[in-house]
């Protein structure tokens, strides 16, 4: 099992920023790729961001660059750098680490961030 807990998130202006992390822990080493999606109210859960433990990236094309997800394998934390925010990324955003060897997908609570316009 793998627990995933975020921090960060909050209330900000368009244009402003927000860095959110994720603690991963229990059976680290069974997840390789780390990432970040989000939810908006009414819409489906969607791709953000993700990183290999290699530090291979991939951007949802609405997030590239302004936002950048970064790793720290020796603390086993995911971070996501989020610049010139806009109203439209408003959402609970989760982090989120698929297994390497089962589909079993693990997810943070979610961490709610909401930006004003």
């Known amino acids: 099992q793998v627990q995933l807990v975020e921090s960060g998130g909050g209330l900000v202006q368009a244009g402003g920023s927000l860095r959110l992390s994720c603690a991963a822990s229990?059976?680290?080493?069974?997840?390789?790729?780390m990432g970040w999606y989000r939810q908006a109210p009414g819409k489906q859960r969607e791709l953000v961001a993700t990183i290999t433990r290699g530090g291979s990236t991939n951007y949802a094309d609405s997030v590239k660059g302004r936002f950048i997800i970064y790793r720290d394998n020796a603390q086993n934390t995911v971070s996501l750098q989020m610049n010139s925010l806009k109203p439209e990324d408003t959402a609970v955003y989760y982090c989120?680490?698929?297994?390497?060897?089962?589909?079993?997908?693990?997810w943070g609570q979610g961490t709610q961030v909401t930006v004003s316009s």
């Open positions: 229990g059976n680290i080493f069974s997840i390789d790729v």
């Open positions: 989120n680490a698929p297994a390497k060897w089962t589909k079993k997908d693990y």
